[in-house]
């Protein structure tokens, strides 16, 4: 089961990417489980040596009682110091974005694939949409 973000490829240049684990409760890990999940409109953020996953959706589990969870809480994100130090340093200094490109289980974990990114400008939309056609036109032709 593997969530991913498709819009961020068309709206973003992704610089680098980092695999990092999601603080959770037990009722949005359920949930995630169950595929009731939305990064679409979410991105991270750096707050006091800490990165932060922000308004990412995680409906509430059906089965849950009054433990349940509130569905766009902040998120903390569990990486290495030296990630944090070197994804806070491109934030900050080259003014990138972080976005969540994927959600997915490994090991039993779940897990987020983070993209440091560059927006794009309307003609760099442009440019890679042309791209995208002549590549889909070229394996029709063969």
């Known amino acids: ?3 991913l973000n498709r819009k961020a490829s068309h709206d973003y240049f992704i610089k680098s990417t980092y695999e990092a684990g ?4 037990g009722t949005e890990i359920k949930s995630i489980r169950k595929g009731n999940t939305n990064i679409n409109d979410s991105y ?5 040596g800490e990165i932060f996953l922000i308004n990412m959706y995680v409906g509430k589990y059906e089965e849950g009682n ?12 569990l990486l290495h110091k030296n990630e944090i130090l070197r994804i ?3 934030v900050d200094t080259k003014r990138y974005t972080l976005i969540p ?10 897990k987020v694939e983070l993209g ?3 927006g794009k400008k309307l003609y760099d939309k442009r440019e890679s949409i042309k791209e995208r056609d002549l ?4 394996y029709i032709e063969y």
């Not at 991270?44 to 006091?48: F, L, Y």
């Not at 490109?101 to 779940?110: N, Q, R, S, V």
């Open 135 to 138: 590549k889909r036109k070229e």
């Open 22 to 25: 999601i603080e959770l409760m």
């Open 88 to 90: 806070s340093n491109e």
């Open 1 to 3: 089961m593997e969530m």
């Open 116 to 118: 440091v990114c560059q």
């Open 44 to 48: 991270g953020r750096c707050k006091n």
């Open 66 to 77: 009054i433990f349940n969870h509130d569905e766009r809480r902040e998120r903390k994100l």
């Open 101 to 110: 490109l994927k959600i997915y289980f490994k090991k039993g974990k779940a």
